[in-house]
Each structure stands twice: as structure tokens, then as C-alpha cells.
């Protein structure tokens, strides 16, 4: 399968709890992209990297959230000290730079407890 | 602030009719506009996508019109199919990077 993966697909966890969250873009591409979505909403922005570099934060990335993209290949999002407010579809993305085309993964369901 | 609204919250189309949803952005400086499908439990696919420079494109049944003046842009289904029953999402972005998504239009083709 050649298509963006994202581990696990579901998890569930107790407030106050860390969780890490796995993406694994699509061989080539360099942008890779984090997205929450919640019941009923559109996805929403949280981060991008180019390669390994992140380019941009969204302000709903509070400081108990951080993502990393070691050598530009996967990346994690980790949130620290879950509130039940974190509960959502977070979303992970790739894209190839000159073509800008954004493939989806199946998402990470996360459920606070 | 929403960017971009979407319109209707949810259609009910019979099979072999058209289903329309419509967009209205904000920021001029957005130059891409994809349409994403989503499935239950799936994470959203892309479409079919416009850029300002037209005002239509169509790929299969799939059409999207888009008038820059009125800063709208709308997805028309022909023939639609109940197979075509998923969340619709219209997005916009400023050259290809990151995408501000509409609230979604859930959409159900009755047979």
C-alpha cells in the first residue's frame, strides 16, 4: 500500500495521559501535514513540515501538543496531559511540493476518558 | 473566524438527480479550491480541484463552477448515485499548502 498510514487507528485514554500518534506519508513527498477534525466539522489545521523542518504551527497547537518529523520521513504528533477536549480524528497528510495534491490518511481516532 | 462557509448542512438527492453544494470564501489571497469526499470512519479523498484562473472544470460527473468576483465556488454531482452518499468538504489554500476546510455537507442519494 502506497498510500499515507497512520498508527494506531483507534486509542482510547485516561485524562491526563500521554499519547503519540504515527504517520507515515507517501514515499517522495515532502510536505507532510496534521489535521484534527472533530464530529460534525471540517478538518482543522494544526501543523505542516517540509521535510524536516516545521514551517508552521496553528494556534489551536497548544504547548501539551508537539510533532516531530526526524529526517523528513515519518512524523509523530504527541499530546501531553489529555483533556477530554482532545478527543477527535486527528488527520495526517503528504504532498509533493510542485504538485500540491494533500493525500489523506484513515486518521487516528483518539477518545479522552 | 470562518474562512470559508459551506452550504447546505446536510441534502437528500433521489438517485439520477443533481446534487449542488455550495462554498463562499473570504480570503482573496486563496488561489486553490479542492473538493474532498469523506467516508465513515475514511479520512477525506480529493475530488476534484479548481483554480481561479477558470471558471469550470469538470471530471466525469463531477463539476465545480467558481465565480471569483462573488469569491463562491460550488460542486455539482450529475447523476447522482447512492454510492455517492458520503461528507463533502470544500477547502481553500493559498498555493498549495495548508488547506482551510468548509464545515462539510452530509449528503444521502435515496434509490
Known amino acids: 500500500d502506497t498510500g499515507v498510514s497512520q498508527d494506531p487507528r483507534h486509542k482510547i485514554t485516561k485524562r491526563g495521559q500521554n499519547v503519540t500518534f504515527r504517520c507515515d506519508p507517501i514515499?517522495?513527498?515532502?510536505?507532510l501535514y496534521w489535521y484534527r477534525q472533530t464530529l460534525g466539522q471540517g478538518p482543522e489545521f494544526l501543523t505542516y513540515f517540509q521535510n524536516e523542518a516545521q514551517l508552521e504551527k496553528s494556534r489551536l497547537l497548544s504547548d501539551r501538543f508537539s510533532a516531530e518529523r526526524p529526517k523528513g520521513s515519518f512524523s509523530t504528533l504527541e499530546i501531553q496531559r489529555t483533556e477530554q477536549g482532545d478527543s477527535a480524528m486527528y488527520l495526517c497528510?503528504?504532498?509533493?511540493?510542485?504538485?500540491?495534491?494533500?493525500?489523506f490518511g484513515q486518521g487516528t481516532r483518539l477518545t479522552v476518558v | 473566524q470562518q474562512q470559508v462557509k459551506q452550504s447546505p448542512q446536510s441534502l437528500i438527492v433521489q438517485k439520477g438527480g443533481i446534487s449542488i453544494i455550495n462554498c463562499a470564501y473570504e480570503n482573496t489571497a486563496f488561489d486553490y479550491f479542492p473538493w474532498y469526499q469523506q467516508f465513515p470512519g475514511k479520512g477525506p479523498a480529493l475530488l476534484i480541484a479548481?483554480?481561479?484562473?477558470?471558471s469550470e472544470k469538470k471530471e466525469g460527473r463531477f463539476t465545480i463552477s467558481f465565480n471569483k468576483s462573488a469569491k463562491q465556488f460550488s460542486l455539482h454531482i450529475m447523476d447522482s448515485q447512492p454510492g455517492d452518499s458520503a461528507t463533502y468538504f470544500c477547502?481553500?489554500?493559498?498555493?498549495?499548502?495548508?488547506?482551510?476546510f468548509g464545515k462539510g455537507t452530509m449528503l444521502l442519494v435515496s434509490p
Open positions: 514515499s517522495e513527498h515532502n510536505r
Open positions: 479548481i483554480r481561479p484562473d477558470v
Open positions: 477547502a481553500a489554500s493559498r498555493g498549495y499548502s495548508t488547506l482551510t
Open positions: 497528510a503528504s504532498s509533493l511540493e510542485r504538485l500540491g495534491i494533500a493525500f
